[in-house]
């Protein structure tokens, strides 16, 4: 089970909860093999935030892909935004992922609906690279269904993809950086903006802001919500 360090609104008060595995497997695209995300049992891998409740319908958010440096073969993470996921076990989420097993750093666009393993877009046809302006959304479209949104304006693509899901409880709804190895690589400061739950402001739906760690060293630090829509993910260690 996955783990989180949590910071409430004071930023004084930690404590843990229990969240599901994601993602769990890849098929590799274009060649290209990803490591699988699964997740880091040796801390708490979520940094960001998440809103808990029932009924939520839609998450979205915007972030300019960061320039990461490499510190490791082991570093890998990925700026996401799904529903569920934080209690519940299943994810409906989609993002981009920075891995560098290669020596250097390899972004692929990807997704998934947990259990259901994570699909890796392909690189020639949905591109990322540092630099870019990135838009994820994960909105429920009715009876068990999902319909998931990239774009890279940057490039000028978008995919989409409407997905089922009956198990899906629709018990929280998160924007959030992760790194399933426990290792992330330096991304400096990560901005996210426009973003919204439900429609509405992402502090409307009182969230809770989460630092990523890993055997106890504080890996990254998010900032406070600013108009309620836009934070910082500053790194801090591997």
Same mark, same amino acid.
């Given at each position: 089970m996955r783990r989180f360090l949590i910071r409430v609104a004071t930023l004084a008060a930690a404590a843990t909860l229990a969240a599901p595995a994601v993602p769990v497997s890849v098929a590799a695209a274009q060649g290209l093999s990803f490591r699988p995300l699964?997740? *880091?049992?040796?801390?708490? *891998?979520?940094g960001g935030y998440a809103a808990t409740g029932s009924g939520f319908t839609s998450v979205a958010a915007s972030w300019t892909e960061p320039k990461a440096t490499c510190n490791s073969?082991? @570093?890998l993470y990925a700026p996401w935004v799904g529903i569920d996921g934080y209690g519940s076990s299943t994810v409906e989420q989609t993002g981009v992922a920075t891995d560098c097993s290669s020596g250097s750093p390899v972004d692929q666009a990807w997704y998934?609906?947990? =259990?259901?393993? =994570?699909?890796?877009?392909?690189?020639?046809?949905? =591109?990322?690279?540092a630099g870019d302006a990135i838009s994820a959304s994960v909105t429920y479209a009715g009876s068990s269904k999902y319909t998931l949104k990239l774009t890279d304006s940057t490039r000028g693509w978008t995919y989409t +993809?409407?997905?089922s899901l009956s198990?899906?409880?629709?018990?929280?709804a998160e924007v959030i950086i992760e790194s399933p190895t426990g290792a992330y690589p330096n991304f400096g400061t990560l901005n996210f903006t426009s973003a919204t739950v439900n429609g509405s402001s992402l502090g409307s739906s009182g =969230? +809770?802001?989460? @630092?990523?760690?890993s055997n106890g060293t +504080?890996?990254?630090r998010t900032g406070a919500l600013s108009g309620g829509t836009a934070f910082t993910e500053t790194y801090l260690h591997e």
């Open positions: 699964h997740y *880091n049992i040796n801390g708490y *891998n979520w073969s082991n @570093d998934e609906m947990y =259990p259901a393993n =994570p699909v890796y877009l392909s690189s020639s046809s949905y =591109p990322v690279k +993809t409407s997905k198990s899906a409880k629709r018990a929280s =969230p +809770t802001a989460l @630092d990523p760690s +504080t890996e990254a």
